[in-house]
């Protein structure tokens, strides 16, 4: 659509654009009493506690619209609150987004926007239940925060980790990192000659798990369907490094990961050889990767095995006193670092 | 303090950044099972309902660093939070809190921030529970989750008014928005000349009111220490008009307010005179009041003009079809029109 036939978002009052959104959300969980449209959610979970994230995602830092489609990033941003809610063993149900618009954003915009939240919260079982809008000076802001419920006895968190442990991960790392990669050298041959065309084909995986992640409720079933309670969890955003050592510390352990148990895609493997980059960096300290990490008791390897093969066992924990290393085949021992503050 | 002994925040990690933070809150909340340090807080309110709401507070749009002090700042950004969980008749009980933070800010300002937060969770009652920190490439993005509880039976929602229902507000209007038009006067005076210092003197109550303004806990336990229970409130933080028009449309009734009922300060009239606005309209577009506009059933009237003097009755509402009008002494009717998208 061109600009000149796009709604300026200003024709619109901050009621009307509530009233445009709630029309867009069915109330579908019986635990929200009231969603959109009173000064605040009311939400009531039976016989379970309440887990509340929150993340705050900004243009420039967390996304680049010049190469990212406003409905994947709604999209995104869901997969990106809920990924915490499923890390301590809950089930998200709500989501309140906020929302800070600047004058260059439109009506249709803001409907892409909440298309991809949309498609994505009935993917989940979701409910945007409320949130603000504001303008913006500067960028577009993104705020989520997603609410969900367990059990309190099922609730796992990053502290209960003990040494022998399994150290286990879903998926695969440093794909959505070398997604971004990709786009930004292509956004650069762009700016360098705008009749170019972006080269993005052959590459659908690591540009899908950089636009259009997943947060890991299939895995969360899973677990859950053959009774298995991880000791420790946490949900790996800021590479699989700084958020092991996360666990270790909460949990007062020492960590052996085995560098050839890393889980790694062929495209990012491609992608790290194109660019020159190593891939074993992009997987340990490359981010948005939305996978989840936890700690099982080393007496249900078998069952781990046998139940959930698409789960992978990548080390183990041990006696905090040992430290936190990456073990390479040729048994050299790496110390796990976490790489400065990125966001 | 000079800049140079300031503490730069790339300094520390998001790591050691929410530990810093973590040291200065204590758990003081029963209901938080687990606060500031896991992917998630972790909250179990015993036979209540879940009341959450989101206020985003962006630089250049809610506030202006020139002249607001980062702590009270951060007392601010609670109260803007927290309001809407008393507007509910709720008990807020948790805050999550998410930064996004550039370049020029340090450890220090950080600390001022937090300490305003602080102050503001011991005055009512709060617990720090979590929230999220990323770098930001603009300005200071502040984003608040306040979460509260209320036994469902006592949650009052903006739609359950009914015509003949008395109209009360908290406190008084329009003082907030003439204590910025000051601050905004002596910005463009120290501007114009940086040797000059600015000239508040006199006007305690304007700047409290926009520099550190307080949510009305007090009247809502006043409230329910005499059993009254509104049948219908809203926060008053777009100005009264705005909010008077969103209480009136969700209980589908029009309303009758009468112009020389609004509570207005001696202040206000006093800076409203003195930069040429008319003090009424400040009262009815102003915002960021953050009091409480609520109905009664007429037959409460004697009961709350001798226990709740402090309260204001403005007006009445009446059917919807009579529409929404301010009534001037001299029995002019003029309607009530929300201003344009401000915030």
Known sequence: MKTSEKTAVTTLGEFRLVNRLAKTVELKQPS???????????????????????????????FDLTYTPLKH???????????????????????LLSIGLSKRFFVEDLDELYAGVKIACEHYGLELAGGDTTTSLTGLTLHI????????????????????????LTGDLGAAYMGLQLLEREKRVFEGNPHKQPHLEG???????????????DVMEALAQHHILPTAMIDVSDGLASDALHLCRQSNSGVRIYLERLPISSETFRMADEIHIDAVTAALHGGDDYELLFTVPVT??????????????????????????????????????AQGWRS
Do not use: W
């Open 203 to 217: 590459y659908d995986y690591i540009l899908q798990r950089h636009l259009k992640p997943e947060a890991r409720k």
């Open 73 to 95: 990033l709604g999209y995104k941003l869901v997969t990106a609150g809920i990924s915490d809610i499923y890390a301590m063993n809950a089930t998200p149900r709500q989501i």
């Open 32 to 62: 929200t009493i009231k969603g959109i449209g009173d000064d605040a959610a009311v939400i009531r979970y039976e016989k379970a506690a309440t887990v509340v994230s929150a993340e705050l995602f900004l243009e420039g830092v967390h």
């Open 145 to 168: 925060t997603a609410i969900g419920e367990a059990p309190e006895e099922k609730i796992v968190y990053r502290s209960g980790g003990k040494p022998t442990d399994l150290l286990c």
């Open 300 to 337: 249900l390897h078998d069952l781990l095995r046998k139940e959930l093969p698409h789960v992978d066992i990548i080390g183990h924990l041990c006696d905090a006193s040992e430290g936190a290393y990456l073990l390479t085949p040729d048994s050299q021992a790496i110390e796990l670092v």
